[in-house]
């Protein structure tokens, strides 16, 4: 069974940057795609901020182009999602998935907060 576990959040100050990162294990097939969502304090839905797959191709939300980089790590089913240029209303808990023969498996979510 495919499990996803987030890291790296944590408190920035406006400005400041961030390397979430995020690992997919119990399978020994390659995650066909990861990314990343969040979720808003007082926000029902989860935004979508980021992807990548197997093969490399990436898609960012506009929302976050510029400032935000999904990257595949260097060991296999990890990809990093870097914040740069954080603002406060990025403060969030910022989910990872992985996608694997049509299932998609999220992570628990680590928590963003940036200050003003």
């Known amino acids: 069974q495919v499990r996803v576990v987030e890291s790296g959040g944590g408190l920035v100050q406006a400005g400041g940057s961030l390397r979430l990162s995020c690992a997919a294990s119990?399978?020994?097939?390659?995650?066909?795609?990861m990314g990343w969502y969040r979720q808003a304090p007082g926000q029902q839905r989860r935004e979508f901020i980021a992807?990548?797959?197997?093969?490399?191709?990436?898609n960012t939300a506009d929302s976050v182009k510029g400032r935000f980089t999904i990257s595949r790590g260097t060991a296999k089913n990890t990809v990093n999602l870097q914040l740069n240029s954080l603002k406060p209303e990025d403060t969030a808990v910022y989910y990872c998935?992985?996608?694997?023969?049509?299932?998609?498996?999220w992570g628990q979510g680590t928590q963003v907060t940036v200050s003003s």
């Open positions: 998935y992985g996608d694997l023969f049509g299932d998609r498996t």
């Open positions: 119990g399978t020994t097939f390659s995650i066909h795609a």
């Open positions: 992807t990548i797959t197997s093969a490399g191709t990436t």
